[in-house]
């Protein structure tokens, strides 16, 4: 396997002068006229120049970006999470999050223009657009991420035909979900999705599989429980690239996350007409932090994929690195199957 780092936040401009970006990470991946498309979720946060206040970032319908004051050494505020302010009413995101488009000849070095961005735009955007897939399906690429807001956690959809002009088809799960990536192909006349539901008192954080005749109402919810790794602590597992049609079955690289919010990326093989049966899993981590990159940053001890891109027989695996850069590892599809268990 071959890792390198690719993309780091200061090989992009903020999206405005009082904002500073922190984090360029879970890009989506995918091939477009000949060239590598990446829609990379950019986080930002306001540049902190009030010694009395904490300023935070928040879209607020109807009148766009605000910029929220938050009382430094208040006792209801609780400043302890780098990522999270919480006080008895709300909690808020230190950042914000957009997705920005970039574009590369070789997969490695990506341009991205300042004018192609995805900012949020509804009430259940007001924290930000984050960890999107993209699909190709028809000649039309569907785009679903993460919105998140005051009113949870939504799957939001979007389309676009050259990754310039984007529509948005709003929400297609329930609140509180994520993870969501579309197969790329109908299997058995239906649309599959994977998804991944927010834990109750009674669940765990599990992959969930749902259909559909048209990509916007959803239905027929299965659990995968085989989709939970054994070899390691799961405290929680979610979908991660678009799943990739192999002569073996559908290939999907997913991530495991311990309890210590410790990540890897695992894989495991759907039967090739029946998507609710996994039958190959790997039998140990595929990927996991071992650079410096990888281990220290806004997150550490993070790698989060999004998407992948298959050439020949390798895969190239574009991913997060501690919630901060982007890193792509490249290894052959066999090295992915070699090391899997049949169930």
Same mark, same amino acid.
């Given at each position: ?10 090989? @992009? ?11 360029? $990470? #879970?890009?989506?991946? /995918?091939?477009? #006229? ?90 259940? %955007? ?16 569907? /785009? ?17 035909? &050259? ?5 948005? @088809?709003? #929400?297609?799960?329930?609140? &509180? ?20 539901? *927010? ?23 299965? /659990? ?45 093989? $759907? ?20 650079? %410096?990159?990888?281990?220290?940053? $806004?997150? %550490?001890?993070?790698? $989060?994929?999004?998407?992948? /891109? ?19 590892? *490249? ?13």
């Amino acid at each position: 396997m071959q890792k390198r780092l690719i993309i780091e936040p200061k090989d @992009l401009t903020p999206s405005r002068n009082d904002f500073e970006v922190i984090g360029v $990470f #879970n890009p989506a991946i /995918i091939k477009h #006229n000949g060239e590598y498309v990446i829609l990379a979720r950019v986080a930002e946060r306001v540049i902190q120049n009030d010694q009395d206040h904490y300023l935070v970032p928040l879209y607020e319908a109807g009148r766009g970006m605000n910029i929220i004051k938050l009382p430094k050494n208040h006792s209801d505020f609780d400043y302890s999470d780098s990522r999270i302010i919480k006080n008895h009413e709300n909690n808020y995101l230190t950042s914000i999050s957009h997705l920005r488009v970039g574009r590369s000849a070789d997969g490695i070095s990506f341009t991205f223009d300042p004018e192609e961005v995805i900012m949020p735009a509804n009430i259940y %955007e007001e924290y930000g657009l984050e960890d999107p897939r993209v699909t190709e399906l028809d000649g039309r690429y569907y /785009i679903t991420y993460s919105a998140v807001s005051g009113c949870g956690i939504n799957v939001g959809l979007m389309t676009t035909r &050259d990754f310039k002009t984007f529509s948005p @088809l709003g #929400n297609i799960f329930h609140s &509180d979900n994520k993870d969501c990536v579309i197969f790329p192909q109908k299997i058995g006349g239906k649309y599959y999705a994977l998804h991944r539901p *927010s834990i109750s008192q009674f669940g765990k954080l599990d992959i969930w599989l749902a259909e559909s005749d048209n990509l916007i109402n959803w239905g027929n919810h299965k /659990i995968l429980l085989d989709a939970r790794v054994k070899y390691a602590e799961s405290y929680r597992v979610g979908a991660g690239a678009v799943p990739l049609l192999t002569d073996s079955g559908w290939l999907e690289i997913y991530h495991s996350a311990d309890r210590r919010d410790r990540y890897h990326l695992t894989a495991m093989v $759907f039967a090739k007409d029946d998507p609710t049966k996994v039958i190959m899993k790997s039998k140990r981590p595929l990927i996991f932090p071992t650079e %410096e990159y990888e281990k220290n940053g $806004f997150k %550490e001890n993070v790698v $989060f994929t999004c998407g992948l /891109i298959r050439e020949d027989d390798i895969l190239h695996i574009y991913y997060g690195a501690a919630d901060q850069r982007v890193a792509r590892a *490249s290894l052959s599809l066999a090295e992915v199957l070699e090391d899997m268990e049949v169930l």
